[in-house]
């Protein structure tokens, strides 16, 4: 018999009273699918637990992050500026936007993470077989979930959703945050021109379609609930997040809803988070399903592409609510 520590008791029940949804992956298949989507469309936020991917998976590739966020400045910057993808710092996006963060952005592509390994690690191989074995378990696990969440809206086609981030062409992308100490200064500046804003990573969604989440031990990141209430995450090494982005509000009709976030900076200890965001292909068509467009609940978007989307998303600030520009009159 496993017998819960102390501390992961208190976590689950702290988890619970703040009203976080923590579904188990195990459960029954018809259980599933209807929590998937009660959890989708109330919070747009839930833990996933049971999840089935190997700890190896996991920790081989935080090992890989860590050693890479331990390098001097002048050898990650190699593997950078972040436009947008490969090593960036501070800034985020296109428009101005900073936070108390350095990161990895990568496209989920076997020759992108390859060729982008090369500037990243002194074993560029052993990188890429992290990233991609890490890309491979989030793909399974999105797929899964987003299976269940058809069928949960009794949506005909099962893979309706699944499809998208299945394609070969898919836009998905890896992303490894690392929120450091205050006494992080990684432009070298004396200690006054050091700014902490207490803000690690600003308030918005994602726009794809799913994000799989997990991080250290470190806590940070808050979600907003539809009443507008922001909630702390107590962080959960073990178990993975998943939050619904745009992509996939607009799929549903408005019915599954993005959850909006951000990460304060914890300024005593190093938070780490990997991010799995699973997308379409570039020129896919995102639209309502037609099972989700009813004469209660009229189409709420037009027709846009994936590229139409992230142009949108790049042209904006990262709060910005850019589905805003997508809705139907
Ligand atoms: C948020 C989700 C992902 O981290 C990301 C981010 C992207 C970036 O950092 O380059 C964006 C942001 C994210 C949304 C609005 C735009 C684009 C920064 C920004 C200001 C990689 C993504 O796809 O969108």
């Known amino acids: 018999m496993v017998v819960p520590s102390p501390t992961s008791m208190m976590r689950s029940k702290k988890t619970k009273a703040l009203g976080i949804p923590a579904i ?44 890479f966020f331990a390098k001097s400045t002048a050898e990650k910057q190699h593997a950078g500026p972040a436009t947008p993808f490969g ?21 989920t592509t076997p020759l992108c ?22 890309v491979d378990a989030a793909r399974e696990l999105s797929c899964e979930i987003l299976d269940r969440m058809a069928e949960g809206l009794w949506v005909p086609d099962k893979f309706a959703l699944s499809r998208l981030i299945r394609d070969v062409n898919s836009d998905s992308l890896l992303r490894i945050n690392h929120y450091p100490t205050k006494k992080w200064d990684p432009l070298e500046l004396d200690e006054n021109q050091t700014i902490n804003s207490g803000v690690g990573f600003g308030e918005h969604s994602d726009p794809q379609i799913l994000t799989i989440m997990r991080s250290n031990d470190v806590g940070g990141l808050q979600i907003c609930t539809h009443d507008g209430l922001w909630i702390p995450v107590p962080p959960d090494p073990n178990e993975f997040f998943v939050m619904v982005g ?12 993005s959850v909006r976030h951000r990460v304060l900076s914890n300024t005593r200890k190093a938070r780490m988070s990997i991010m799995y965001f699973g997308a379409p292909a570039l020129n896919w068509r995102i639209a309502p399903l037609p099972k989700t467009v ?8 037009i027709p846009f592409t994936w590229a139409q989307y992230k142009q949108a998303a790049y042209s904006l600030r990262l709060g910005d609510s850019r589905l805003d520009l997508f809705k139907a009159k």
Do not use: W
């Open 24 to 67: 188990d992956l195990s459960a029954e298949r018809s259980e599933l699918s209807e929590l998937v989507v009660k959890a989708s469309e109330e919070y747009g936020f839930f833990k996933l637990v049971n999840h089935g991917v190997a700890r190896e998976v996991i920790s081989t590739l935080e090992e890989e992050g860590r050693k």
């Open 294 to 301: 009813t004469a209660h609940n009229p189409h709420q978007y």
């Open 246 to 257: 745009d992509a996939l509000q607009v799929l549903t009709n408005g019915r599954l809803r």
């Open 113 to 134: 993470i390859s060729q982008r390994s090369e500037t990243i690690s002194n074993d560029p191989t052993k990188f890429g077989r992290a990233v991609s074995d890490y």
């Open 87 to 107: 090593y960036g710092c501070r800034n985020i996006g296109r428009n101005g936007d900073m936070g108390e963060l350095e990161y990895l952005l990568l496209h």
